[in-house]
DNA sequence: TCAAAATATGCGAATGAGTTGCATATGCAG
DNA sequence: CTGCATATGCAACTCATTCGCATATTTTGA
């Protein structure tokens, strides 16, 4: 556990948002202010593979990242700001695992993102 | 209408399965032995702005493309060997439309992929 | 049918996110 | 403390996709 390390955990911690590599390159700067891109890289690609983190791409070219711990939930991207709405669905949940398991498959993955534009 | 774009349009409809660029560039050749990759490129991106084609990202790196289509579906991509199959489901349709209702937004798009493997 | 105007092409160079080699710095076990 | 294992910073690299530009093809419309 090096200081590189802990900064971008920290910085990940205080993000309520969803944020790329360079995002966390900033915020990570506050705690360690010499930390390198290159190891936000690496520890993001680090992080994915532990399972400590979930990387989304949202269609903007820059992956992004949230802490794995929250609950399940899919995304809903507002079209018109760009703003992540986060939610979640039992009847969803089971519906994906169903249609799986009808095709002859055991669901392992999945990913989900509803494009909308707010409702006038 | 040019010689290149009618090779793409018939490399894209003699295709069963869901080709990257470079896989449209090598059948378009048949066509057109003299197509550049770039002109494979640009005519996606024109197609898929055009809504003639979609465009997807199962995570292989490449985009990887379709006609718009036959009949609305989405994708569950076969883990243990990279085999993408297709599946419609009336209830997920509504669920997703229905989801975004609730949330406040009309839904304008969506993202849907299912990684699974074979059960045993 | 033909020439000019409009568009598309091929090529190679550029872009941009992400990765990697390598010399150095840091962390940790003994 | 010391030494070895591991991580870092930096710059160079990769790879899909985009772009500039000179040339070729298509379209327009007289
Ligand atoms: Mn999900
Ligand atoms: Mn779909
Ligand atoms: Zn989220
Ligand atoms: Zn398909």
Redesign the interface.
Known sequence: MTTARRAILRALENSEDHPDALMLHDRAKEFDPTIAQATVYRTMRLLEQEGLVEKH?F?NGRARYEEAEKEQHDH?I??STGEI?E?H?T??EA??IE???R?????????????????E
Do not use: T
């Open positions: 791409d269609g809903l507002n079209l709405i939610f669905d009847n969803l519906l994906k249609i799986a398991k095709l002859g498959f055991d669901l392992k993955d999945h990913r989900l993102e509803l494009y909308g534009v707010p409702r």
